[in-house]
């Protein structure tokens, strides 16, 4: 079975601080897609990273950067000088390579970036 | 490119009424659409998925003559919930993905808020 933990509910910091959030995940499947969306308080899911199970390699964008370690079974997402228009529900999501490509999201996790 | 678009953005409705969103890939050909819905802070919920041309593969639980979806073309997908109730009444978001390389990735629509009075 297929699953995604994201074991923190809501984090709250202040803003220019480093966050990180956490996502676990389990799955059965050689070949794999992990995923971050950013939900801010429009609704509207913005797609912000694709890594499949192959590709460990750390990856920058910006303020952001992901760390991906299959041997502890994380992706987990930093936040470098945080700012409130950070403030959003992240989701992380997994996938399997069947035809439908259908994702597991975790159950979120809301940042709260205070001024 | 990979915009989605949804409409309407919101609804109002009364209780026994029929209410359709319709999903459009506006830059991009979609062999494949997904419907989810989603409840106050709480996570997305799968409801079905939708190739062209063909019938719609629901997720245990969601009924399917409740929630009618047709995906007549590349681009367009609609979703009627039929004889709305209010405990119908959620946020209903739609995705899509390339019919080409990088079908793996969904890009997601901007949600239709739902209100059955």
């Known amino acids: 079975a297929q699953k995604v933990t994201q074991a923190q509910t809501e984090i709250s910091v202040v803003e220019k601080e480093d966050v990180t959030l956490d996502c676990v995940y389990e799955?059965?499947?050689?070949?794999?897609?992990l995923f971050w969306y950013k939900q801010p308080p429009s609704g509207e899911l913005v797609f912000l990273i694709r890594?499949?199970?192959?590709?460990?390699q750390n990856e920058i964008s910006g303020r952001y950067s992901w760390n991906f370690q299959k041997s502890t079974s994380s992706f987990n997402f930093t936040i470098t000088a945080s700012q409130v228009v950070d403030s959003a529900v992240y989701f992380c999501a997994l996938s399997g390579t069947d035809s439908s490509y259908k994702l597991i999201f975790g159950s979120g996790t809301r940042l709260l970036v205070r001024p | 490119g990979a915009v989605v678009s949804q409409h309407p953005s919101w609804v109002i409705c009364k209780s026994g009424t029929s209410v359709k969103i319709e999903c459009r890939s506006l830059?991009?050909?979609?062999?494949?659409m997904f419907w989810y819905r989603q409840f106050p802070k709480q996570s997305l919920m799968l409801m079905a998925t939708s190739n062209e041309g063909s019938k719609a593969t629901y997720e245990q639980g969601v009924e399917k003559d409740k929630f009618l979806i047709n995906h007549a073309s590349l681009t367009l997908s609609t979703l009627t919930v039929t004889s709305a109730h209010p405990e119908d009444s959620s946020f209903y978001i739609c995705s899509a993905t390339h019919s080409g390389r990088g079908r793996e990735t969904q890009y997601f629509g901007p949600g239709t808020r739902l209100l059955v009075l």
């Open positions: 890594r499949n199970s192959f590709d460990e």
């Open positions: 799955t059965r499947d050689t070949t794999y897609y």
């Open positions: 830059d991009f050909q979609a062999t494949t």
